[in-house]
């Protein structure tokens, strides 16, 4: 067989990744966002489905191609992206790799104009996906988060593992120019502990994950 043949280690497994950005409306030309470019989940999701899993991408506003193989809804909100892996359930793992936006406004429907005073943004938090899974009826068996930390990171990172009832979560230092960069320096935050990986490719911090999910869940 070709390398490009999946080698079937999570034929029959469904999983379920987020990734990018989520917008949320101010008005009808306004909305709040933020850096992520979707480069490292769409990567986790092409790795998964080189390992033979039926993948769900769930993607925010981002300027990328499907990956191979991948079944991609795409969403703008938080909310939307909530719904989205709601109705994408039951999987066997999720991978929750999306900047979602963590607060939204009631949006105007038409376009704010200049006044004499500046508008103030009454902001309303978004639903939290990674702990809504968690805590739900049908948790997938693994669930992985992400955390985008400019500070603290493994301590912080081990904090939002144990809040949000996440198996794993991925940290990482966002201080530097990773949002939108080719490369990553992760931490993998488990029951086991901290493993430090060294800076790579975010193709390679995928094709490392998805093997380690594998051996989770095939
Ligand atoms: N996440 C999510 N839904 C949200 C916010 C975050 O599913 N509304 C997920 C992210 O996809 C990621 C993990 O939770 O896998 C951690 O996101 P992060 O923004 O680091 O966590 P927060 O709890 O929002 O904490 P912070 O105050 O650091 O932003
Ligand atoms: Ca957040």
């Known amino acids: 067989s070709t390398s490009l043949e999946a080698n079937g280690e999570l034929r029959g497994r469904h999983v379920i990744v987020t990734a990018g950005p989520t ?15 979707g480069k490292q989940g769409f990567a986790i ?7 033979g899993a039926r993948v769900t991408l769930v993607s925010g506003p981002v ?5 191979a193989g991948v079944d991609r809804v795409d969403v703008e909100t ?15 793992a999720a ?7 963590d607060w939204r406004v009631k949006p105007s429907g038409s376009k704010i104009k200049k006044q004499g005073t500046v ?6 938090e978004n639903p939290d996906i990674l702990a809504g899974l968690a805590r ?3 948790r997938p068996r693994l669930l992985v988060g992400f955390a985008a930390e400019t500070d603290d990171v493994i301590a912080n990172a081990t904090a939002k593992r144990a809040r949000k009832g996440a198996d794993w979560i991925v940290a990482n230092d966002v ?6 960069g080719a490369d990553n320096r992760v931490h993998l935050v488990s029951e086991a502990g901290v493993e430090d990986w060294e800076e790579m490719p975010k193709e390679q911090v995928a094709a490392r994950l998805a093997d380690r999910i594998a051996d989770a869940i095939a």
């Not at 508008?119 to 309303?124: G, I, V, Y």
């Not at 201080?175 to 939108?180: E, F, I």
């Open 175 to 180: 201080s530097g120019d990773v949002m939108g």
């Open 78 to 92: 938080a909310r939307d992206m909530a719904a989205a892996v709601d109705a994408a359930l039951p999987a066997d």
């Open 23 to 37: 917008h949320e409306p101010i008005d009808p030309v306004r909305y709040i966002a933020n850096r992520s470019s």
């Open 136 to 138: 739900g009826p049908r």
């Open 119 to 124: 508008p103030s943004l009454a902001l309303a």
């Open 63 to 67: 300027a990328l191609p499907t990956p």
């Open 45 to 51: 999701a092409a790795a998964l489905a080189r390992l």
């Open 95 to 101: 991978v929750l790799v999306a900047a979602v936006a």
